[in-house]
């Protein structure tokens, strides 16, 4: 889900996309324009906790929580409130819900931004739009390779704005969707308590913030999307696929000052191993060619490797989840990836492994939608994290 490849890109799009997800659960139910007022929050097949028919009564205003555990920007949290409107297909059943909303978040690092939002399901759901609008201003730590090849982190602070554009065709009735998508994405960079003395290797190109004190950098990225999903919820899915290929351009002519390509394959499957346990496995990969600017380089993503500490103009990663029932709604999950960044094909044995491991738990908060919730651990070279995860942390 990144946007340039940097932990911003991140934080905003998950913003973004945990709206569209809201809007686009529970599909195949009636919906009522109440959010929460009448609504029962006991389920009637076992009297558990639980609010499927509150997210069914999807019309009007919703409050969402955002809760950040990202290692590279600290603890932090933030509330999107979004209007939804229910769509209905011809036979009268719910399509997904149009979103349009606020966001704003902070972290203990001194990190902010706040966004606005819209999303749109349009013919029945044969297209379907989401636009966004960004202001933020991050902290984030940015590693480099010392003249004695140790890699040291140096704070950048990214004070930048940017504009999101993308609509998506479905081809056919199938569950495959293609598209363009535009995004546009400023950023005045300054070395954080920056110390003259540091020893960063002269490869490095933040070195040229590190002579210039400040920078400001400018990205226009035109992009073409196709995605598949047959997955059988968005949150917490047990079954199914999701795959595609995101390609993203940007040029001089274009108004950006990098010239570069980035293409992301993946693919997300989760297979059932019995009525009780769940296991998914994930690919993801990122290239980069042309001169790509040291904050949208790829770096690997997985739980307990903070964002951008393992970057280069190409990544690799795969993982495996693995979740089971214990008792009643609640659940155990463990989980463990592996992956590399590294600039070029011959410099891959070379590169180091990073690795994820760890485990958590999870309670079934929406029995209809297949919404779990619960927090992670884990682990990897040298840090460790928790995260919240609200559906899926994929």
Known sequence: ???????LSFLVLSILFSCETWGQANQKTKGKKRFLKGHSLKDPEDGAFDISEMLEGRGGFAPLPIIITEPAVGYGGGLVI????NNKSDSGENLPADATGLAGFGTQNGSWG???FHSNYINQDRMRYLGGLLKANMNLDFYFQDLQGEKRPLEVGLDAWGVLQRILFRVGKSNL????EYVFFQTQNTLNDFDPDTDIDPDFDITEIAANVQVKSTLSLVGLLLDYDSRNSSYTPDTGISTGLSTRYSAEFLGSDHAFW???????????VSKRIFSGYRFKSNFGTGDLPFYAKPFVQ???????????DITMQVETEWRGFVYRRWSLVGFAGTGKAFDSFDEFNDADWVYSYGGGFRYLLARKNKMHVGIDFAWSNE????????????
């Open 302 to 312: 997985m739980r307990g490797v903070p964002a951008a500490k393992y970057q280069g």
């Open 82 to 85: 979004t209007y939804l409107r």
């Open 114 to 116: 706040v966004a606005a």
């Open 1 to 7: 889900m990144h946007l340039t490849g940097t932990v």
């Open 262 to 272: 980035l293409i992301n394959p993946y693919f997300i499957g989760y297979v059932p």
């Open 383 to 394: 840090d460790f994290a928790f995260y919240l995860i609200f559906g899926s942390f994929w």
């Open 177 to 180: 969707f293609i598209g363009p």
